[in-house]
């Protein structure tokens, strides 16, 4: 008698076959000791595989549990679409039929998509080359593509899959996409409101109907994520102003029947406007309710504003938190006097018990390593948890510039009330930047200039970066190395090498050239959490070519230079690439300590923005520089302020403006741009989105007022000789960096003044 399992196929039927071992006697096998087990039909699995998974051994006593038990861990696998068992005497046969497996992925029909984006979200659902097939896989497989085209409001595609078998069990798939066309938002509409005009709120909103710029922003792509986002913005706005009740009541979605067009329709409840009577604490406060009432933003007698009744329970959280209370509860609860449209709000507090940090965990540092994270924290383990030093210590991680994310989650420990474990989850960014710039002039013609910079190289949170200029006139190699924990205290060291040449313009003719090659050391040392000041010393060997027209002031200039820097920055900005508010002040002071040149030079720079609505914000620049020459010498003409250009005053040729110097031997009186060693730049720029791009921050518009000019040793600061020009630019945060387009119009000039109307850079602001 040799009995067997019936063939069984797919995962869910391996219950079955174990239910009809258990229960048809007819079938049942008296227990017997395993003298030999025998695999086949194996083709790519590997014999240990099906080995290790059997709950039972050569020498073990075999009965119809363990068979069952068997057959439900192999299935288990998802390695084979058969398994059964057949027992020849003391020996058990375990026959197999494998799951077929993907050879190859392929799409047809598709454009919106790149084929390897799409081969990564079949491999997140579990479909890949070389992983076992079966067929809910390739629906599931299906449905997934689908999903991703209607992330990108394409609700017209279509897909078709096609398996082909190959040889060795193997299968072909292959996805037929037909995309249709995607479907855009012609119509949002708001319904319920009084207190404001429905464009007005449809203003806030990130979709939209769509304009001339929405190949650019797609906000006429529906998008549940967005919409949610918008709804959002929406109830912030009135429960800002008062609106205490407001509600979004129901949110329809239609589409049409050719699936190309869709309509948004919202329908609101503003409720009543309610005024802020009284704020009063209840609860335990430590002692300290002096302390926690001055935290208070909410103002009495104005409007009810839920960002205010936000922003003071975070407040009160955070300061229970500087004392170690990191459980500390904090409810802000209403008492509504609907009679009058009046509110109040008694804050409840309960610290409940003071905890320590007993372990800060690290996730997402694929490159980076953890003591480059770690180092950054003032949080200490084993230390009482205080939420000013984690918020301080997450801002400065965020501020290393390497991760996209930063997030801080606290944790109690299992089996204590008094320990808590910091997870710090950080996501990586590409920390490498590619900068490029191009200039065009009548004199300079078409410039280049690019930099390559690492600013985490091998995870190590140390600087690597080189600039080139390849301007036929002005070509620098600069190789620079920071160290930003040179010393455990934060002091950071840059070393720089670098090579320059200047040529003259072929407007101005002459083949004469300046060579400066030098190498420097800089240390930055951090005073506080947002100063720091930097101090360095450079050494470098000028020397000055002869040739036709050279300027009779560079004559002397070659030489020896050592200067020594010393400077301070302080930078608040609410973001480097994309500023809308916040404050940068940057001083610097250079001093020739030995060689034959002894000077000081110091320039200031002061960038102030000024966020007028969330659309619109206004920006000013200013910068003075200042030179004198020491011991009785002159300022030395090498190290003159330039002016006019990009950084400067638009509309003018760059370094175009200032003193000039007679050309080395001319008859004609002819003179060159020489620069000064003083310099005054004075930039307001009002920025606002471009048109049609909505609320798209990396896509915006400015106008201009640019004044300025630089001035001689000898000449006094005459401000009715300041250069001036207006116009208008285009910002965009391009994929290799900030790009700026300007033009603009000079209106004060002088006679002999170089006009540039059109500038660009890459890299750049203001």
Known sequence: MKPSISRLRGLKLSAVASALLLALPAWAVDPFTLKD?????????????????????????????????????LFGLGLFSDVRLQINGDVLVVIVEERPTVADVSFSGIKEFDAEVLKKALRDVGLAEGRPFDKALADRAEQELKRQYLNRSMYAAQVVTTVTPGERNRVNLNFSVVEGDVAKIKEIRIVGNKAFSESTLRDLFDLDTGGWMSWYTKADRYSRTKLNADLETLRSYYLSRGYLEFKVDSTQVAISPDKRDMSVTINISEGNRFVLSSVSLEGEYLGKEQEFKSLITMKVGEAYNAEEVNRTVKAFTDYFGAFGYAFAQVDAAPVIDRANNRVSFVLKAQPSRRAYVRRINIEGNNRTRDEIIRREFRQLESAWYDSDRIRLSRDRVDRLGFFTEVGIETEPVPGTNDQVDLTVTVAEKPTGNLSVGAGYSQADKLSFLASIKQDNVFGSGNYLGLDLNTSKYNRQFVLSTTNPYFTKDGISRTFDVYYKTTRPYDAQGGDYEIATPGVGIRFGVPFTETDTVFFGLGAERVKVKDGTKLPEAYRDQGGTYLPATIGWTRDDRDSALVPTAGRMQRFNTEIGVGGNRQYAKLTYQFQQYLPITRQYTFAFNS?????????????????????????????????????????????????????????????????????????????????????????????????????????????????????????????RKFAGDRIQKFQFQIGTSF
Do not use: C, H
Request: net charge neutral; charged share 20%.
């Open 37 to 73: 087990i025998r695999v086949e039909g194996l083709q790519r699995v590997e014999p240990g595989t099906v080995f290790a998974s059997l709950p039972f051994r050569i020498g073990d006593q075999y009965n119809d549990d363990k068979g069952s038990s068997a057959i439900r861990t």
């Open 623 to 747: 910068e003075i520089g200042v030179g004198k020459g020491l011991g009785g010498k002159p300022f030395p003409v090498l190290r003159n302020f330039y002016g006019g250009g990009l950084g400067s005053v638009r509309g003018f040729e760059q370094g175009t403006l200032g003193p000039t110097s007679p050309v080395t031997g001319s008859t004609t009186g002819e003179t060159v741009n020489i620069g000064g060693n003083r310099n005054i730049v004075l930039n307001a720029e009002f920025i606002a989105p471009f048109p049609g791009a909505g609320n798209d921050r990396t896509l915006r518009w400015f106008a201009f007022v640019d004044a300025g000019n630089t001035y001689g040793e000898n000449e006094s600061v005459d401000f009715s000789k300041m250069r001036s020009s207006v116009g208008i630019g285009l910002s965009w945060i391009s994929p290799v960096g900030p790009l700026r387009f300007a033009i603009a119009n000079p209106v």
